[in-house]
């Protein structure tokens, strides 16, 4: 497969001097487990409601407390400084990263267009610098999202990809064996929904293409080296050695 090509220097050679992460500790600040604020935002929080929109005073997040918590145990006391997403929604996890990890870049990317009032809030907080949303990009197209993330990051190596995009196994193998080697040695690749077609009354279930193959020894396994992969409650993680 091919890899990315840019010098993949260690996280000391590059530090953020703005890099000032929230204090888990002290937030986000939970009302009820599915509405919590961060220091910018309101979030409305469920993995069952799709209809939410994110608008002006309240950001839909398709993700329950326990997931963010394990984000929380996955990012603390580490500088996540350049990250990817596949598949934002209505944008709750830029929005969150954003305001909890105090990254230098996020970019997004998902076949929907960010709505007005998500990429207006973007703006009104103060980070159109920081956030980048890209719509209309079909997860299949691994050509086209690895243009975009070199457009975006050119040598730079990333500390962290999400894949919260299809679910379906092939696009969810393509883009690990795709991105995997842009990351820098410790970065964290995290696939969501792992094990989906396992849990109870879980809407994708009429198709057998479950994404959770990855640690198999055989011919589903990603064509890809250098990773070990875990598994936690909502999503496995892999991290570059």
């Known amino acids: ?13 590059r530090m953020n001097c703005g890099y000032q992460p929230t204090n888990w500790g002290e937030w986000p600040k939970w009302n009820g487990d ?46 996540m400084q350049l990250i990817l997403e596949l598949g934002f929604f209505q944008g709750g996890m830029p929005l969150f990263l954003a305001d909890m990890i105090a990254p230098k870049n996020v970019l997004a990317i ?44 050119g040598a730079e190596p990333l500390d962290m990809i ?39 009354s879980a809407p994708w279930q009429t198709t057998a293409q479950s994404a959770n193959r990855f640690t198999r020894n055989d011919e589903d396994c990603p064509r890809t080296e250098n990773f070990v992969a875990k598994e936690a409650p909502h999503l496995a993680f892999c991290l570059r050695l």
């Not at 005073?57 to 963010?68: C, F, G, I, S, W």
């Not at 795709?178 to 989906?196: C, M, Q, S, T, V």
């Open 1 to 13: 497969m091919a890899y990315h090509l840019g010098p993949l220097t260690h996280k000391g050679g």
């Open 34 to 79: 599915s509405e919590f604020r961060t220091p910018r935002f309101k979030f409305s929080c469920s993995t069952t409601d799709y209809s939410g929109k994110t608008n002006s005073d309240v950001v839909t997040l398709l993700k329950n407390r326990e997931l963010l918590e394990i984000y929380r145990d996955l990012t603390i006391g580490d500088q």
């Open 110 to 153: 998902d076949g929907c267009q960010p709505s007005d009032h998500l990429k207006s809030l973007v703006e009104r907080s103060h980070l159109s610098s920081i956030i980048e949303l890209v719509g209309g990009v079909d997860q299949a197209d691994t050509r086209k999202i690895r243009s975009i993330v070199d457009d975006r990051f």
């Open 162 to 200: 999400i894949d919260d995009c299809s679910h379906w196994y092939p696009q969810t193998k393509a883009c690990f064996e795709a991105l995997f080697g842009y990351l820098r040695p410790g970065g964290k690749y995290i696939i969501e929904d792992w094990g989906w077609t396992h849990w109870p």
